[in-house]
């Protein structure tokens, strides 16, 4: 029950590791989503989740992260990461997207979400502050009223070469999220047109640095603390290393818009969709 390419009746497909990843990545499904972990930085390359917003459903939230037991734990950053300082289990698929179906399905993809597959250290204020980027499957969602409210996430940490070692793992600094809907899906299976809206955001210079080896001077993301910028799906590829042709052509930023840099949001307001 992973993630399902076929969702929104059309084409959108998982994000795929390079060759050179591939040997050091694997595959989970979970009700709702899939997650393709590295066992090198353990930490996912690429997560993608079916939102199906007219059938959400409310759940218990809970707090029972774990680690999943069908890859070994050193394959995971477990709770020794985020003891005795301000980093928190971040969800990557965000924990409300896949609960929706059927009451147990859905609260079986609720419990799904806490494995620590499927988290990466955040700062404190990131986590927990209203911030447009925790909102932005919202606003999309509501775009995308008219073709059921059913939308494709895919988000990861940026898994930065200059990312700062800390506890056997390397702090991610950066995030990504590319948000997929049918933006004319009304005729059937296999109709529409595919749409897509790439979102990046920076947490170093929030990340408690008081254990972490910092980069070198100059070597630190151009960005600011919790700035969420609209960015070419393109160039999410490009700092990946993911594959995702299809992504990219369906990128609804205009290149003009794209030719002069990443776009600051601000609110709801300065989406481009």
Do not use: C
Request: charged share 25%.
């Amino acid at each position: 029950m992973g993630f399902d390419e076929r969702f929104l009746g059309i084409d959108a497909a998982l994000p795929r590791v390079s060759e050179a990843d591939a040997a050091a990545s694997v595959g989970l499904d979970y009700v709702h989503f899939t997650v393709v972990l590295d066992s090198v930085r353990r930490f996912a390359r690429v997560t993608g989740v079916n939102i199906d917003g007219a059938a959400l459903r409310d759940v218990p939230r809970g707090d029972d992260w774990r680690y999943d037991e069908r890859v070994p734990e050193d394959w995971q950053a477990g709770p020794a990461v985020y003891a005795r300082n301000d980093l928190d289990r971040g969800h990557l698929v965000r924990r409300r997207d896949p609960v929706w179906g059927a009451p147990e399905v859905a609260a079986r993809a609720n419990s799904d979400t806490f494995h620590f597959t499927n988290a990466a250290p955040q700062a404190g204020g990131f986590n927990q502050s209203p911030e447009l980027w925790l909102g932005l499957e919202d606003h999309v969602l509501e775009h995308a009223e008219a073709n059921d409210l059913r939308l494709s996430v895919f988000t990861a940490p940026v898994l930065g070469h200059d990312d700062p070692p800390y506890r056997g793992i390397r702090v991610p600094l950066r995030f990504w999220k590319i948000a997929a809907w049918n933006r004319s899906g009304a005729g059937g299976p296999g109709a529409g047109e595919l749409a897509t809206a790439g979102f990046v955001l920076d947490q170093s210079p929030l990340v408690d640095t008081s254990e972490i080896v910092a980069p070198a001077p100059g070597e630190a993301p151009p960005l600011g603390p919790f700035r969420t910028f609209q960015v070419p799906v393109a160039d999410i590829a490009a700092i990946t290393g993911l594959s995702m042709p299809d992504l990219v052509v369906a990128d609804v930023l205009p290149q003009t818009l794209a030719a002069a840099g990443w776009r600051r949001l601000y609110g709801e307001s300065d989406l481009m969709l």
